[in-house]
């Protein structure tokens, strides 16, 4: 788990074309709260709904950035503490983000000064 950096916990939305959550609907104020964002490769040249997404699992930052062998630890009791193991997950991640084609505050949310 890579922890967002102190005081960008609050810096994510959700990205939509559709307002709707997967088991509810926005309220009106986050609805008053939404901006249009520029495309996403994946959305054909349209503009998307950028709206900021509430904290759903509170204080889970506060652990930090968390890296598992779920093979050898399914359980997740001991935390790798590896610098090259952690470049590498590092590196894969923001291979994905980009692929994914992951918003650039995503990118700083997480502290990761690629984009």
């Known amino acids: ?57 509170k204080g889970v930052n506060s652990f930090g950035h968390l890296l598992f062998d779920l093979r050898d630890d399914p359980q997740q009791q001991h935390p790798i503490h590896d610098e090259a193991i952690e470049a590498r997950m590092t590196n894969l991640l923001i291979r994905l983000m ?10 700083r949310r997480l502290g990761l000064d690629v984009i």
Do not use: C, W
Request: positive net charge.
């Open 1 to 57: 788990m890579r922890a967002a950096q102190p005081g960008r916990e609050h810096d994510i939305a959700n990205y939509t074309l559709m307002p709707i959550k997967m088991n509810a609907r926005y309220d009106v104020d986050e609805l008053g709260k939404l901006s249009l964002a520029p495309p996403f490769k994946f959305t054909k040249g349209l503009q998307v709904l950028r709206i900021p997404a509430r904290e759903k699992y």
């Open 98 to 107: 980009k692929e994914n084609d992951a918003p650039a505050e995503q990118y």
